[in-house]
């Protein structure tokens, strides 16, 4: 049996043991790298990936990989890595009903998926926003798997769902994707996808019009599988919408109905929110999005490129990745615009040619995240020194706030290991890579981290509008 046949086994009696959602979100990505003299090497997509695997599912993988060899297991490690091409290692009797929720129909079920018609009945769902047409990177890959497993199992998994970050980032992109996943698996399913706004406006007219429409619009919104709702910041202050939402999220959640929720800042940062609404919002799972890095834009703009069938150079990929920072909808938005310019002008798609019409797209003074910005709101959030917090001292009140400065000039001002660790009185290169691993695994299982985070990100991009 070769180490391909030892993981695909060890997978198929793990999902039997766990809930769907949760082996599609932690095991869907993993692979056996190495197997020697009893001692395993796996392969993970991510740190929070492996923290949650060491931490809840050891025991369980452990014994999985000795039902599968006649040597005994005596130690398992992970590692950080991409599965090699053509890699299959999810369990073969279970391909069909575990499929990971953002493949691809086969093609022996095209035809099938082809004859069934999802509803129409106002789901008002873009087909754009599916699993697969959606980039994952570093800054938006808790809230993918997040997603991922509502898809798998709604009204169950972090129900209600809310995703926050600022405009432009795929949080509309995500929550739609999930309501996709539902209809093509049961084309029965009701699913209703709005904005707050338009909540609000269809509640004020139900209101003035009467008890008929009253009732209409209760039924609209109470009788769904999904409710997806977007930028639900704009209920701040909204009283009476309020009280209409409150008494409809309630009645979903109750009759297990999932419910995902946006918005621009985190729950606890929506002013003029009832308390008892933040607490609704605050209890399933929150979990950002933020500017993507440099390799996440520029695996954005390749996929763009080929969705349109255009050939674009690297090295034309790169300027705009380099220039265009602000968000996924302006990255794309830059790259349609360079190639229906080039197309109509015929003209080569070069760097100088690309440079000349970026030149008033992107903002020329965009205000930039510094590091030292960075450094103020977490000292002014932890009322901490600001020598004690780049110091040396080990104590817990230090090292954590310390991480999360690591893990934020790593992830919002774009800095290398080595930037990071001069920007932290010089700390080596491997104690700044520990910091930030140790936060990204926190993000999936320490809720005051997670909320922590959320509040000095509001604070730095209050500071910067």
Request: net charge neutral.
């Amino acid at each position: 049996m070769n180490i391909a046949d030892i993981w695909r086994n060890a997978l198929g009696e793990l999902e039997v043991t766990l809930s769907k959602a949760n082996f599609q979100t932690w095991f869907k990505d993993t692979f056996l790298i190495d197997f020697k003299k009893g001692f395993f090497t796996i392969g993970v997509p991510s740190f929070f990936a492996e923290d949650w695997l060491k931490k809840k599912y050891l025991k369980d993988i452990q014994q999985a990989l000795q039902n599968q060899t006649e040597e005994k297991v005596l130690g398992i490690k992970f590692k950080i890595a991409t599965p090699p091409t053509g890699h299959t290692a999810m369990p073969v009797k279970n391909k069909v009903i575990h499929k990971p929720v953002d493949n691809q129909p086969s093609e022996n079920t095209v035809k099938t998926t082809r004859t069934q018609t999802l509803p129409t009945n106002n789901t008002n769902l873009n087909d754009n926003y599916k699993f697969s047409d959606f980039i994952v990177g570093a800054s938006n890959q808790l809230a993918y798997a997040a997603a991922q497993a509502v898809a798998s199992q709604p009204g169950n998994m972090y129900n209600p769902l809310f995703i926050y970050g600022d405009s432009g980032l795929g949080k509309t992109h995500l929550m739609q994707a999930i309501g996709h996943v539902l209809l093509e698996k049961d084309p029965e399913k009701k699913v209703l996808y709005v904005s707050t706004e338009t909540f609000i406006n269809e509640f004020i007219n139900a209101v003035e019009s009467g008890f008929g429409r009253a009732k209409d619009f209760k039924d609209r919104y109470r009788n769904v599988d999904l409710l997806l709702i977007d930028d639900i910041q704009f209920l701040s202050r909204k009283e009476s919408t309020q009280e209409e939402f409150f008494h409809t999220f309630n009645h979903l959640h109750q009759n297990k109905k999932q419910v995902v929720l946006t918005a621009d800042c985190h729950p606890k940062a929506i002013k003029g929110l009832e308390i008892r609404l933040q607490t609704r919002f605050e209890g399933g799972m929150v979990t950002d999005i933020s500017q993507p890095d440099l390799e996440t834009r520029e695996a954005i703009l390749r996929h763009k490129a080929k969705k349109q069938q255009k050939d674009v150079d690297n090295e034309v990929i790169h300027y705009i990745a380099q220039n265009v920072q602000s968000s996924v909808r302006e990255l794309e938005g830059a790259l349609t615009k360079i190639i229906a310019t080039c197309e109509l002008t015929n003209s080569d798609l070069t760097i100088e040619k690309v440079a000349e019409l970026l030149h008033g797209f992107v903002e020329e003074k965009r205000m930039v995240i510094t590091p030292e910005l960075i450094i103020r709101e977490v000292h002014r959030y932890y009322r901490l020194p600001v020598e004690e917090l780049l110091g040396r001292k080990r104590n817990k009140e230090v090292v954590i706030p310390r991480q999360i400065t690591m893990y934020l000039l790593r992830h919002e001002a774009g800095l290398s290991y080595p930037e990071i660790g001069r920007e932290m009185s010089g700390k080596d290169h491997s104690t700044v890579i520990h910091g930030c691993s140790k936060i990204e695994a926190d993000l999936v299982n320490n809720k005051k981290v997670r909320d922590d985070i959320a509040s000095i990100k509001d604070k730095i991009y209050a500071t910067i509008k």
